[in-house]
């Protein structure tokens, strides 16, 4: 027994406010208590117990980090890597705190549930992964994922992270690096706010307006309106769930990825064979990465495919970063995502013809040559500069 997400996402930003045991907590549609807060901690930890006033339900929630700028993000990433072990101990110790005080007021395991934002969703993953904590479900938001920890902290001490996979759901916002920085325990869920999705057409995607867009993506407030004391606006109508802009990884390996739209909106009418005309003269990397495209999107013809290759290598998406692919159908367009930092999302127009595969294989060759010529000028650089001044 569980709320609706958007009170969860209330609770994960009010634990950012001064709070008092006994306190009583307003949201738009309910009313918790707090039963207990975690003492002041070198680590920086903050974590709460709130209980349902209508239904007796215990919710554990734990404080993240909220920055509002690029520069705070950088530190929130060097943090997660190491903020999470140290604050561990006593997230686990205010996660007992409600199991011990549910068995103590007959409150069924089925009746608590966690969340937390930031490096507090982080914790949450790790929470839910108790053994004793087995049943219990959590929801995050923007969290940074802890999969990896809970593979460190799994050597000394027992997690079923593979229960809590089940039961765990990360709301993350498009945009949100932190979130994106590493593995997570559960599903994930994702969404675009009104103001971003018009950025989404061709030529209209920069690497500093994705920084701009990455500082605001990763707030507490896209999920709860603080001072309107409401869900946020994503919560209405999340543009990442458009039906005009879907994710194709759901698909199965050869289903077309709109059975309603002609198959060649991609391309040619076949399947792109194995090795098409181009290709073999790629270096190995650009060629993963047409293999990479090829698997993921299977219906696309040759001709695309040397052409989403090159777009890719040029905006520094390579086949071992490959993350998302979304077709606009109304638009008429696909897009990829890498999961570098240094990788620029790409949007190709799929309203016009594909170019033949040479032009594509020339502006690749293009591309590694920039590539070359930098390379040799920092290696000269840095040679001259071990030599000394000339006399």
Known sequence: MTFSSDQYAFLSQTIYEPLDV?????????????????????????????????????VVVNKGTDPTNVHDLIADLGMGMMGAPTQWPEAARTMRWALDYAEQNHIPKGHISITGHSLGGALAQLQASLPEAAGIRAETFNAYGAEAMAAALGRTQPLDVDSARTRVVNHRMFH?????????????????????????????????????????????????????????????????????????????????????????ILGEQQRAPVSPHGVGHLGDETRALYSALQERVPDAGPKRLMQFTAACHENGITAGNLDRVYLNEEA?????????????????????????????????????QQQQAIDQYIAQTAQLGRQGPTR
């Open 176 to 264: 949100d690096p932190v979130s994106k920085f590493a593995g997570h325990i559960g599903s994930d869920k994702f969404y675009m706010d009104q103001s971003d999705y018009p950025r989404h057409k061709e030529g209209s995607l920069f690497p500093i307006g994705e920084a701009v867009s990455t500082a605001a993506a990763h707030g507490i407030g896209n999920f709860w309106d603080k001072e309107r004391n409401e869900p946020g606006a994503v919560f209405a109508h999340s543009y990442m769930l458009d039906l005009q802009h879907r994710p194709l990884d759901d698909l199965p390996p050869g289903v077309p990825l709109d059975l309603s739209a002609p198959w060649n």
């Open 22 to 58: 006994g306190s009583k907590l307003r949201s738009d549609t309910r009313e918790f208590r707090v039963r207990y807060i975690s003492p002041l901690s070198s680590t920086n930890y903050r974590g709460m117990v709130v209980q349902d006033v209508a239904t007796g339900q215990l």
């Open 332 to 368: 008429m367009t696909i897009e990829f995502h890498g999961k570098s930092w240094l990788a620029v999302p790409t949007v190709i127009d799929l309203k016009k013809p594909s170019p033949e595969p040479e032009h594509s294989v020339r502006q690749i060759q293009q591309v590694d």
